[in-house]
């Protein structure tokens, strides 16, 4: 089947390439929407044009596809409020921003951090003046104030702060990550500073977070224990932030992580129950459309409590076009069922494109339909039991197939034992989680017995010990694998020219293997002869001073830390597998390093640095040595001074001064990032 084939896939294409264009160019709202009304008339004219003279035209075609590149670019730039003249933005400059008189409405609650409770708030009005956007609120965490509930509105008397960018190399960016999410600043308050502000507005996320409270509180009398409530919630309400990290990484490592996101398993279990519940209104008239409608209702209604992740939106979208068109009596083809959802789901959530979340869950249920099919058809057991086994086996590997690429660009590890607790869990995971809307809904009625409640947390308990096994397993886990966007590239091609090959042999997709093989071949060979240049680094990090010398693929480091610092430390391992690294050897910190024919003078508490023979072009400051550096600098000359995070902020704050004062570069790693020297 050629997917291209798909008006809609074609059209979804576009539209994804005209929402990459819109975020990186940062188009304005006239500017698009000028273009595409443009487009579209052009559009409008050559069809006119075709139609008369009873022609097919490729411009209509080509003109087709600039409009849904422009609707994509037009999409993303008026879904950012940030474009619009009324948004908070225009209002403050971080740079000089003074105190103002900020009130908020709390719109989500996210994962709490170790020592501030976090919140995604929307911006109302800042001194009396009426804005729009969205922003992070980070409250101290108090042990006798309640947490913030959605909808609840605040007014504090706060400025807005950056949010800090990465300061080492292959860091996670999570200015980039907010920036996705239409969050550019953060807010500092402790829960005295927040006055409360009376309102009946209510929204529908807070609606959701009413019911998510309510559940809880029903649930709250039968004792689940805190790993099993939290579990119960990820998997039926969509919240996952109560979940330990410890939980939280045993799913993971049993790459089983799929099973606590709310997806399309969660929403077919929910479809089926409810097409049972409501089967008998198709006896009445217009039965099948009163049905219908209920059910894309309760489905919708299930996704805005869940959350409206990307995952549960893609599935809730896929389930309701199904719905929809089995009530029409309309045949629905996967594929075109899977392009229009995502067509629907971009146009309303354009940047859901850069959520890992929706890019897994598409992958992830493309691969199933396209490669299971295929695979099943390999073996099949005439025994019922070894044949659902096998089904799912295949299920789990296709989906694997499909996701493999991704999930190792973005997390770097693989769970070989993945199969294992799909196999154990995925076949019970349907009644785990009809049991788990069985007990929500006897809880919710209070006519839930205790052993219910008990034998149900049992099984969670149950499972979560599975998984802690099975994550275990570090021999099968493999950790810290380098990858990049070219070689998920290269993955794809490959494993698409494997399939082809495998389950059908001829000459044209021989010859698509064999250019894979040769493209895949000229990657690796074009990665490794592009490997940076040596380099040394001075990597921030607070309190501490780690130091890194970097030639080929082999690196030295050199720290301070205590051991429970270099158990905790993941700076190296981050920049170990961004940069391809193979050997890390560890030494102590030396008072010189030449590096070729430049020398950086290591100056730690002692201020120790007379030297006669070498004049070091670059001095690093560490430790917080009592020096004059006026005179330093005066006798050794360097062109540059730098100073890492062990330092005292007082010292470095008289040290950037000095420097600024003689016209001398310095560069503080709390501020500017890892100092990064190329020999």
């Known amino acids: 089947m050629r997917l291209l084939n798909f008006t809609i896939i074609k059209l979804s294409i576009c539209l994804i390439l005209g929402i990459i264009i819109g975020y990186f160019a940062n188009i304005s709202v006239n500017t698009s929407t000028l273009s595409t009304l443009s487009l579209l008339l052009i559009l409008f004219v050559v069809y006119l044009i075709a139609r008369k003279a009873f022609i097919k035209s490729i411009w209509f075609g080509l003109i087709a596809f600039l409009v849904m590149i422009s609707i994509g670019i037009l999409s993303t730039s008026f879904h950012n409020q940030k474009n619009f003249s009324n948004h908070y933005t225009k209002s403050i400059s971080t740079e000089n921003d003074s105190l103002k008189n900020i009130a908020f409405r709390i719109r989500e609650v996210l994962k709490p951090g170790n020592y501030q409770d976090k919140y995604a708030v929307d911006i109302l009005e800042i001194n009396n003046k009426e804005v729009t956007g969205k922003t992070l609120l980070n409250i101290k965490k108090d042990s006798l104030q309640l947490p913030l509930k959605v909808d609840d509105v605040y007014i504090s008397r706060m400025h807005f702060e950056n949010i800090a960018s990465p300061l080492n190399p292959n860091q996670f960016d999570y200015e980039n990550y907010l920036k996705k999410k239409y969050i550019y600043h953060q807010l500092f308050a402790t829960h005295k500073s927040l006055l409360p502000v009376s309102t009946d507005e209510t929204t529908l996320l807070g609606i959701a977070d009413n019911v998510r409270e309510h559940i809880n509180k029903k649930l709250k009398p039968y004792n689940f224990k805190p790993d099993e409530l939290s579990i119960i919630n990820a998997l039926l309400l969509g919240q996952r932030q109560d979940i330990s990290k410890e939980v939280y990484t045993s799913y993971t490592n049993a790459g089983a992580i799929h099973i606590l996101a709310v997806s399309g398993l969660h929403v077919g279990i929910i479809l089926i129950i409810l097409s049972f519940v409501f089967k008998p209104l198709e006896r009445l008239r217009h039965g099948k459309l009163i049905k219908t409608i209920l059910l894309v209702s309760i489905l919708w209604s299930f996704a805005l409590i869940a959350g409206l992740s990307a995952s ?106 993945f199969f294992i607790s799909n196999l154990i869990i995925i076949p019970f995971l349907g009644i785990i989680l009809g049991l788990g809307i069985l007990v929500i809904l006897l809880a919710v009625l209070n006519i839930l017995p205790q052993f219910g409640a008990d034998l149900y947390g049992y099984i969670i308990s149950s499972m979560n010990h599975l998984i802690d096994w099975v994550s275990k397993q570090e021999a099968f886990l493999f950790k810290d694998i380098p990858f990049s966007l070219l070689y998920v590239l290269i993955s794809y091609l490959g494993i698409i020219a494997c399939v082809r090959l495998l389950f059908k042999k001829n000459y044209s997709n021989l010859k698509l293997f064999l250019i894979a093989i040769i493209i895949i071949q000229g990657a690796l060979m074009f990665n490794k002869i592009n490997t940076p240049s040596n380099e040394f680094i001075v990597f921030h990090k607070s309190r501490n001073s780690l130091l890194g010398n970097k030639t080929n693929t082999k690196i030295i480091v050199a720290n301070d830390f205590d051991s429970i610092t270099k158990a905790a430390n993941n700076i190296i391992t981050n920049y170990v597998v961004g940069n391809h690294i193979k050997t890390v050897e560890e030494q102590n910190i030396r008072p010189i390093y030449q590096l070729n024919n430049k020398h950086v003078l290591v100056i730690d508490s002692l201020g120790v640095y007379n030297l006669k023979s070498v004049k070091p072009e ?37 040290w950037e001064a000095i420097c600024t004062k003689r016209k001398l570069p310095f560069h503080q790693t709390s501020k500017k990032g890892a100092f990064i020297l190329n020999y």
């Open 312 to 417: 549960v939106t893609r599935a809730v979208t896929m389930f309701s076009i199904v719905a929809i068109a089995l009530n029409l009596k309309r045949p629905t083809n996967i594929y075109n069922t899977l392009a229009i959802s995502m067509f629907i789901i971009l146009l309303f959530k354009p940047l859901f494109i850069f959520d890992v979340g929706f890019q897994l869950s598409y992958l992830a249920v493309f691969a199933i339909v396209t490669l299971d099919p295929l695979i099943y058809k390999l073996w099949a057991p005439k025994n019922k039991i070894i044949n659902f086994y096998w089904h799912t086996f295949t299920v789990t590997v296709s989906a694997q197939l499909g996701i493999i690429p991704v999930s190792l660009f973005y997390f770097h590890q693989f769970p070989g034992l």
């Open 618 to 654: 670059y001095i690093l400051l560490r430790q917080s040595p009592k020096i004059n550096l006026n005179r330093l600098i005066d006798s050794l000359n360097p062109k540059q001074i730098i100073a890492d995070g062990s330092n005292y902020k007082s010292y470095i704050k008289r």
